[in-house]
């Protein structure tokens, strides 16, 4: 299995743009989409961007994905932080080997 | 509305075993695979368990490979983990959730999760 690596935590202010990364140590990171779910506190994962950059109905357009294969990362993107964007964010893709993998969560903290 | 409801976590001895229960409503429960992912107190999602929409294919994490077991009952609409020789590794919160996809073998993902049922491994 593969590994993704996203930083601990994040932080930044209200309005401002924020950039979470995701990297994947072996093979290439376009050979199967990533996801993005959001955690709050003691609440349940929810989807906010799938297969590299659709959003699921409801979630802002402020929030948007990518990736990019000379970095082999894929990236989150928020912007126009608010208050409630405050939460861990996990990448996932999924191995070839009918395995899924998450990366470790990154914590957004919104100052 | 998807609605997936766990329950079945309790505090459990080393060493014991415990099934998890998931029930599902809002959508057609046969026409998808379904999860088991679990996150230890303080710490990521951990995918566990895979299942297709017939029960056919299954896939396991090296973690729990030989330990658990998934199935489903597509007439109770549910999903089961019999999970047996627990050690306080196994201590986590445990979802279900549901795949994009009927079949395994997808690059697919979770679009609806469950609130969780809490295991606890404990003497």
């Known amino acids: 299995n593969f590994i993704l690596t996203q930083p601990h935590s994040v932080s930044e202010s209200p309005g401002k743009t924020v950039t979470i990364s995701c990297t994947r140590d072996?093979?290439?990171?376009?050979?199967?989409?990533v996801q993005w779910y959001q955690q709050r506190p003691t609440s349940a994962p929810t989807n906010v961007i799938f297969?590299?950059?659709?959003?699921p109905s409801g979630v802002p357009d402020r929030f948007s994905g990518s990736i990019d294969s000379s970095s082999n990362s894929a990236s989150l993107t928020i912007s126009g932080l608010r208050t409630e964007d405050e939460a861990t964010y996990y990448c996932q893709s999924y191995d070839s080997n009918n395995h899924w993998v998450f990366g470790g969560g990154t914590k957004l903290t919104v100052l | 509305e998807v609605q997936l409801v766990e329950s079945g976590g309790v505090v459990v001895q080393p060493g014991g075993s415990l099934r998890l229960s998931c029930a599902a409503s809002?959508?057609?429960?046969?026409?998808?695979?379904m999860h088991w992912v679990r996150q230890a107190p303080g710490k990521g999602l951990e995918w566990l368990s895979l299942?297709?929409?017939?029960?056919?294919?299954?896939s396991y994490a090296d973690s729990v490979k030989g330990r658990f077991t998934i199935s489903r009952d597509n007439i109770k609409n549910s999903m089961y983990l019999q999970m047996k020789s627990l050690s306080s590794e196994d201590t986590a919160l445990y979802y279900c959730?549901?795949?994009?996809?009927?079949?395994?073998?997808?690059?697919?993902?979770?679009?609806?999760w469950g609130q969780g049922t809490l295991v606890t491994v404990s003497s």
């Open positions: 959730a549901k795949d994009t996809f009927a079949a395994a073998g997808i690059s697919s993902y979770f679009d609806h």
């Open positions: 299942i297709s929409w017939d029960g056919d294919d299954t």
């Open positions: 297969e590299d950059n659709e959003r």
């Open positions: 072996t093979g290439s990171i376009a050979s199967n989409h």
């Open positions: 809002g959508f057609t429960f046969d026409d998808y695979a």
